[in-house]
C-alpha cells in the first residue's frame, strides 16, 4: 500500500513538473513572438501629418508643375525667352500664322488631390482645375522704304572736230562778209546713279479679341515609405509620377500618341506606347527623368493628333511645343508641321539652358476656330512630359 502512495507521489511530481515545463515554454512562446511584433511594429505619424507631407511635396516638385505653360501674353507663334522676337513659322502651315500673336494667360490654378495612403505607400491623384483667358492678335505687314545709299556716275564731254567759212564778196566795193560755220561732234553721258534701297517690315496690330478657358488636368504619382523615423517628411518620398494629361476641351479634337527622339536616356520617348492605351499607365522614376543633354536637340518625330472637324481644311489645327520653366526665367515655344497633312506633326528645337531644375514640355494641340475665327470655340488638347537638364 505504501508502495503505491509513493507511486501515485512520484507520478503526481513528475506530471507536474513537466506540466511546469510546459507552461514556461508556452509563455516564453508567447513572450518572444510578442517581442518580435514589437520590434516591427511601426507607429505611424497621424494621418493629416501624411497628407501634409505629401502635398507640400507635391506643390514644390517640379515634376508637377504645369509652369511653363502659361506664355502670360500673345506672342509670334514662334519664341524664346532669350529673344522674345518673331521667328520664322515653317512654310507648311497655311492661313497666315506668321501675322498671328496668340498666348495664354493662366489666372487661377485651383488644385484637387486624392490621396490611398497604404502601410508604406500612398497612391495619390492630382487634378488642376486652371482659368485664364487666350488671347489672338492680328497683324499687319508694311514695308517702310528709304534710299540707304546713292552711286552717282557724271562723265560728260565734248569734242570739236572742224569749221566751213562761207564768203559773199561785192566785186564793186571790194568787201567780203564771212560766215564761218563750226562743226562739232558733241558725245554726252547724262547724269546716271544706282540707288540702293532700304526696306523694314512694320508689324502693326490691327485686330485683336480674348477668349476664356478652362482646362481640367489629371496626373498619377506614387510615394513610399522608405525610413522608420516617424517623421513624415523624412520618411515618404516621391517614387513615381505620370505625364499629366490635360481633359480635350472637345472630344473631337485629341493628341493620339507622341513619339520623341532626343540627345540624352533614353535616346527615345513613345507614349502611349500602344495604341488606344491611357498615357496616365506609363511611369516615370522620379530619380531618373528623361534626361537632355546641354545643347542637346528635343525632335518631336510625331505628335499624332485627331481632328474630327477641321477647320477650313485639313490640316486644321496648330501644334505648339513649349519647353523651359516660364517667359522671364527660360522657356521655348515652337511650332510643329504637318507637311503630309496627315495629322502627324514634327519639328525640333535646341535645349541651350541647364540646371538642376526640372523642366517641362508640354505639347500644346489648337484648333484653327479657336485662332481665325472671333466667334469660334476655345479648343484645346495639352500633355505634359518632365525632363532633366544636367
Known amino acids: 500500500m505504501l508502495n503505491q502512495l509513493s507511486f501515485l507521489l512520484k507520478t503526481f511530481q513528475i506530471i507536474s513538473t513537466m506540466l511546469k515545463i510546459r507552461f514556461i515554454i508556452v509563455w516564453l512562446s508567447i513572450l518572444a513572438v ?20 505629401i502635398y507640400e511635396k507635391i506643390m514644390t516638385d517640379g515634376a508637377l508643375s504645369i509652369d511653363g505653360l502659361n506664355d502670360s501674353k500673345a506672342y509670334f507663334i514662334d519664341y524664346s525667352s532669350s529673344s522674345l522676337s518673331k521667328m520664322l513659322f515653317p512654310d507648311t502651315v497655311e492661313y497666315g500664322l506668321s501675322n498671328i500673336q496668340i498666348g495664354r494667360n493662366i489666372s487661377q490654378v485651383d488644385t484637387t488631390i486624392i490621396y490611398d495612403i497604404k502601410w508604406d505607400s500612398a497612391y495619390i491623384d492630382i487634378k488642376y482645375y486652371l482659368k485664364g483667358n487666350f488671347k489672338i492678335v492680328l497683324y499687319d505687314i508694311t514695308l517702310d522704304s528709304s534710299v540707304s545709299s546713292i552711286q552717282y556716275i557724271d562723265s560728260t564731254w565734248y569734242e570739236t572736230t572742224g569749221f566751213t567759212v562761207d564768203s559773199t564778196c561785192n566785186d564793186t566795193t571790194g568787201i567780203c ?4 560755220t563750226y562743226i562739232v561732234e558733241t558725245h554726252v553721258d547724262t547724269v546716271d546713279s544706282v540707288i540702293t534701297w532700304s526696306y523694314t517690315e512694320s508689324f502693326s496690330p490691327v485686330d485683336s479679341t480674348t477668349k476664356s478657358f478652362t482646362h481640367r488636368t489629371h496626373q498619377k504619382a506614387i510615394f513610399l515609405r522608405t525610413q522608420n523615423t516617424n517623421n513624415a517628411t523624412k520618411d515618404w518620398q516621391l517614387h513615381k509620377i505620370t505625364p499629366m494629361i490635360f481633359e480635350p476641351t472637345d472630344n473631337i479634337l485629341e493628341i493620339r500618341q507622341v513619339q520623341i527622339a532626343l540627345t540624352g536616356t533614353p535616346s527615345s520617348i513613345v507614349l502611349p506606347a500602344l495604341e488606344g492605351e491611357d498615357p496616365l499607365l506609363t511611369y ?107
Open 177 to 180: 562778209d564771212y560766215d564761218t
Open 34 to 53: 510578442g517581442c518580435t511584433k514589437i520590434e516591427k511594429v511601426y507607429v505611424l505619424p497621424d494621418r493629416e501629418d501624411i497628407v501634409s507631407t
Open 284 to 390: 516615370f522614376n522620379r530619380d531618373s527623368l528623361p534626361l537632355i543633354n546641354y545643347n542637346g536637340t528635343v525632335t518631336l518625330s510625331s505628335v499624332l493628333v485627331e481632328n474630327e472637324d477641321p477647320y477650313p481644311r485639313q490640316p486644321g489645327e496648330l501644334v505648339m511645343a513649349h519647353f523651359g520653366h516660364g517667359v522671364n526665367i527660360y522657356k521655348i515655344r515652337k511650332g510643329l508641321s504637318d507637311s503630309d497633312d496627315d495629322g502627324s506633326h514634327t519639328g525640333s528645337f535646341s535645349v541651350n539652358s541647364h540646371g538642376t531644375k526640372v523642366y517641362r514640355l508640354f505639347i500644346d494641340l489648337l484648333d484653327y476656330d479657336s485662332i481665325f475665327t472671333r466667334t469660334g470655340a476655345y479648343k484645346a488638347h495639352i500633355w505634359m512630359i518632365p525632363f532633366q537638364v544636367p
